[in-house]
């Protein structure tokens, strides 16, 4: 059976099990191959846009046993699917406004699936704050620790009622701020980390501009200063 890195083993137990999967932006195609061979999804499209990697992935869902029930198509994003096509929608190794623009460019489409779940390289406070306004529901979140650095997995189903999240919420994760997991524990430090620099460094400017973002940085920082120590309590 293939094996997968943790980042990607995360994402296939966040799918909807025993149903149909696109993985979107597939590479070279290791999570569809995996989900068939796992037996945790009957049928994957893998699609990717450019000619090289969309051949690069036919090549390697050719040469694998489950290729009979791969199919592997090219477009940008979601344009190669029907609509409710499949349960579960994958979007990883892509960074976060490019994410919002795949789900944002036909919202009613992207709607259609009962699941998305993600992986924004950087930036996933873009895709928490747009996916809370529109109401889409968290349904998971996970931090994955792979040589030194922190990767963020989230699911959600799309839903009706916007809803609002803290500042830390958003750059952090509100599932993940409640969690106790080793990988999260240590995510949230190294956030405190993060935001301890930007306002030292912040504290140093003399533009009045300036302080407003010097002083969320430094409560977000005493509020995850709390939440761990709480944690560890």
């Not at 995360?10 to 191959?33: F, K, Y």
């Not at 049928?43 to 046993?65: F, K, L, Q």
């Not at 500042?167 to 509100?174: D, H, I």
Request: glycine share 6%; charged share 20%; proline share 6%.
């Amino acid at each position: 059976m293939a094996t997968l890195d943790p980042r990607l083993l995360a994402a296939s137990q966040m799918i909807i099990p025993r149903s149909a999967v696109a993985d979107i932006g597939t590479d070279h195609g290791q999570l569809p191959i995996y989900l068939l061979a796992a037996g945790i999804s009957p049928r994957v499209i893998a699609t990717e846009w450019g000619d090289s990697p969309y051949r690069r992935a036919c090549d390697n869902i050719r040469h694998s046993p489950c290729s009979g029930s791969i199919e592997v198509r090219q477009g940008y994003g979601l344009e190669p699917l029907q609509p409710a096509e499949v349960k579960t929608v994958v979007i990883m190794g892509m960074g976060g406004d490019l994410v919002a623009d795949i789900l944002g460019r036909d919202w009613l489409h992207s709607a259609s699936f009962e699941r998305v779940v993600l992986q924004p390289m950087s930036r996933p406070v873009t895709v928490r704050r747009i996916l809370a306004a529109r109401g889409w529901d968290l349904l998971e979140e996970r931090v994955v620790r792979l040589r030194n650095r922190f990767f963020i997995l989230m699911s959600y189903c799309p839903g009706s009622r916007p809803y609002r999240l803290t500042p830390l919420q958003e750059q952090v994760g509100p599932h993940i701020l409640r969690s106790r997991g080793s990988a999260e524990l240590a995510y949230l430090s190294y956030c405190r980390s993060r935001f301890k620099n930007l306002a030292d460094s912040l504290a140093l400017s003399s533009l009045v501009a300036t302080r407003p973002k010097h002083n969320l940085y430094q409560s977000m920082c005493q509020e995850l200063e709390d939440i761990i120590n709480d944690k560890h309590g």
